[in-house]
């Protein structure tokens, strides 16, 4: 990999964390806390587009600055997990496997659909 | 001493001309060498808007709901008050009347003796609850314990229902600053340790815990004690919109819970919070202690490798007494089996939320 490609790495990634920071916060203010739909979207959102990049076989430099760099800063499976954890503190633990189960299920549907989007553009 | 006690609740984000708010009301109160001052961060919460605060969604939980006290002399707070009110900040502040028992070494000799006597006459003497609060560093010592868990059962063994003990970020004490930093031992920074009771018993605590503390601070305020247990005991204090002389009058009702406590399997506290967003309360604000006792159990905080909380959480609503009385009915229904509520009179109030203040 060339230093411009570490310095695209460094800079995508501030761009896909800042998406998620603003994505995620104006979806968490409207729907409550209910569920942590912020992180859903954000997750799945990801999941669809990581998809579709590696349905329509981009790789290289390009799959590593959009695909680790952009999406991976974007996605978090961290935030999904202390999310869980906290329904679970918060005497939801219903609610923490029902975050755990949608978060999984719509997260490989929506890298699923990407891919057979990808691949028959 | 005969105190004011001035309370903002605000939150952790808000910004004047680009300072943080939190940093801008702590720098006043330095300046102004306040007598005791402490900052808290909440858990959850709402204000005017209700737009809702929490902790539990990891990209909202950098804008907690923050509480920032500072008590002193009702002469030295008027004047403070000037500076405060220049600000152009939103939220919610209030003016409360409290007894500070305090250890500055002009008034030691005589304050310790009378602090007995001090803590029953304050306001009517026996017979009305008391919300005590005790400030103590966060590496302060009694023996060879945190000076926390000393007092906590000291508490405990003179029976009282709870005490809880809350961490701040910032503060005062005798006009010197004392602030929570990221790696730094933070020996001085304040925390709280609040217990309600009757007057008696808590008065008769007074004289003992000035013994163990090193440098004691400690306050006394009126509450009524509504409810405990699930046993209503008195309703909330009834109040006209007005007094006599025309002034709003305005009401603070708390919720004394643990974390743990549920209401039909729901949360206690977030249920409070939820209900009350969805009607037309002016805010709510949650905050999390991290040591303390409920009935007879004794004092604890959180334990490895658990789920649920075991710390106690205070839920705060503060509002016109017409809102206050339909927020206690809430409130009462939600607490059928936990949690001590109590009611006290807030005399001074001033709430403005950001379209208010661009208005102004």
């Known amino acids: 990999m060339?230093?411009?490609?570490?310095?695209?790495?460094a800079l995508l990634g501030g761009v896909g964390a800042n998406a998620r920071f603003l994505i995620d916060g104006l979806i968490s203010a409207r729907a409550g806390a209910a569920l942590p739909f912020?992180?859903?979207v954000v997750n799945a959102s990801g999941s669809l587009v990581l998809g579709l990049l590696t349905g329509v076989a981009l790789s290289g430099d390009a799959l590593v600055l959009a695909g680790t760099a952009t999406l991976g800063s974007y996605t978090t499976f961290s935030t999904w997990m202390l999310e869980t954890h906290r329904l679970g503190e918060d005497a939801r633990a219903r609610a923490a496997l029902l975050n755990i189960a949608v978060g999984l299920a719509v997260g490989v549907a929506a890298a699923?659909?990407?891919?057979?989007i990808g691949a028959h553009a | 001493m005969q105190c004011v006690k001035l309370t903002t609740y605000f939150g952790e984000r808000d910004r004047v001309d680009g300072r943080l708010l939190a940093d801008e009301l702590l720098a006043i109160y330095e300046r102004r060498g306040v007598r005791l001052s402490t900052l808290f961060r909440?858990?959850?919460?709402?204000?005017?808007?209700?737009?809702l605060h929490t902790e539990r969604l990891l990209t909202l939980s950098e804008d907690l709901p923050v509480i920032a006290?500072?008590?002193?002399?009702?002469?030295?707070?008027?004047?403070?008050?000037?500076?405060?009110?220049?600000?152009?900040?939103?939220?919610?502040?209030?003016?409360?009347?409290?007894?500070l028992l305090g250890a500055a070494a002009d008034e030691q000799r005589s304050e310790r003796r009378d602090t007995f006597a001090n803590a029953l006459a304050f306001a009517g003497g026996a017979g009305h609850g008391r919300k005590l609060t005790i400030q103590v560093g966060r590496r302060e010592r009694v023996g060879n314990r945190p000076a926390f868990v000393a007092v906590c059962e000291l508490?405990?063994?003179?029976g009282l229902a709870g005490a809880s003990v809350l961490l701040g970020v910032d503060g005062l004490r005798e006009g010197r600053r004392t602030r929570a930093r990221f790696i730094a031992r933070n020996a001085d920074v304040p925390m709280s340790i609040v217990a309600v009771g009757a007057a008696e018993p808590i008065a008769a605590l007074v004289p003992e815990l000035a013994?163990?503390?090193?440098?004691?601070?400690?306050?006394l305020e009126r509450v009524r004690i509504c409810k405990r247990d699930g046993e209503l005991l008195e309703q909330p204090?009834?109040?006209?919109?007005?007094d006599e002389q025309g002034r709003a009058a305005w009401q603070k009702l708390t919720v004394y819970s643990s974390h743990d406590a549920t209401h039909d399997g729901r949360s206690l506290h977030l249920e409070i919070v939820r209900r009350m967003r969805a009607g037309d309360a002016a805010g709510v604000t949650c905050v999390n202690g991290m040591w303390g006792f409920h009935g007879a159990h004794a004092p604890h905080g959180d334990r490895l490798l658990q789920l649920r909380r075991h710390v106690p959480v205070l839920t705060i609503a503060i509002d016109s007494p017409e809102k206050a009385a339909r927020s206690f009915v809430l409130i009462d229904e939600l607490t059928r089996e936990h949690g001590l509520v109590t009611s006290e009179v807030v005399p001074a109030m001033q709430a403005l939320s950001a379209n208010e203040l661009s208005a102004r």
Do not use: C, N, Q, Y
């Not at chain 1, 060339?2 to 790495?9: A, I, K």
């Not at chain 2, 013994?211 to 306050?219: F, K």
């Open chain 2, 155 to 158: 508490l405990h063994e003179r």
């Open chain 1, 2 to 9: 060339s230093v411009w490609t570490w310095l695209g790495v």
């Open chain 2, 211 to 219: 013994r163990i503390l090193r440098e004691p601070l400690i306050t």
């Open chain 1, 38 to 40: 912020g992180t859903l």
């Open chain 1, 112 to 116: 699923a659909l990407g891919r057979t």
């Open chain 2, 237 to 242: 204090h009834a109040l006209a919109a007005a």
């Open chain 2, 69 to 99: 006290t500072a008590l002193d002399s009702p002469e030295r707070i008027e004047a403070l008050l000037t500076d405060v009110l220049a600000i152009k900040r939103r939220g919610l502040m209030t003016l409360e009347r409290a007894l």
């Open chain 2, 42 to 51: 909440g858990a959850e919460g709402f204000g005017r808007l209700h737009h």
